[in-house]
């Protein structure tokens, strides 16, 4: 299976066939004479004539409140990649030291020699899990 390349402009079709499309939660049935179809919350016909019972529950597991919160959530962690992506990238900085302080996360610059900081992020994440409650 080949996957796509998630453009803008895909997302923005995504979004904008999202608001148009009847709401969900939607549900893959099969009819009284064992035909699979998808239908919205008020037994609306979404679609039918599906072969496959597991195209059926794609089709109903992708209502559009499901598209919204996927496409809400890739931007979201795309807002904080490209955070992470400043620190790390842009302005070449090298850190001497990654940790917390009163729960707050900080960062010194390297003045000499080079610190990976995306080890130390790492490190400084397992360790505040190994931390009890």
């Known amino acids: 299976m080949t996957v796509p390349t998630i453009t803008d402009d895909l997302i923005a079709e995504l979004e904008a066939e999202a608001a148009k499309a009847t709401n969900g939660p939607w549900t893959a049935e099969s009819s009284p ?52 992506d400043f620190i790390r990238d842009q302005h070449n900085y090298e850190f001497s030291d990654i940790g917390v302080s009163n729960g707050n996360l900080f960062l010194a610059r390297e003045e000499d020699g080079e610190l990976d900081l995306d080890s130390s992020i790492d490190e400084l994440m397992e360790a505040m899990q190994e931390q009890p409650s």
Not at 53 to 81: C, W, Y
Request: proline share 4%; net charge negative.
């Open 33 to 84: 004479v064992g035909e699979l179809y998808v239908s919205g919350p008020c037994d609306e016909f979404i679609c039918g004539a599906v072969d496959h019972v597991h195209d059926a529950n794609m089709i109903a597991l992708l209502d559009p409140q499901t598209v919204l919160a996927l496409l809400a959530e890739r931007a979201e962690l795309k807002r904080k990649s490209r955070r992470y």
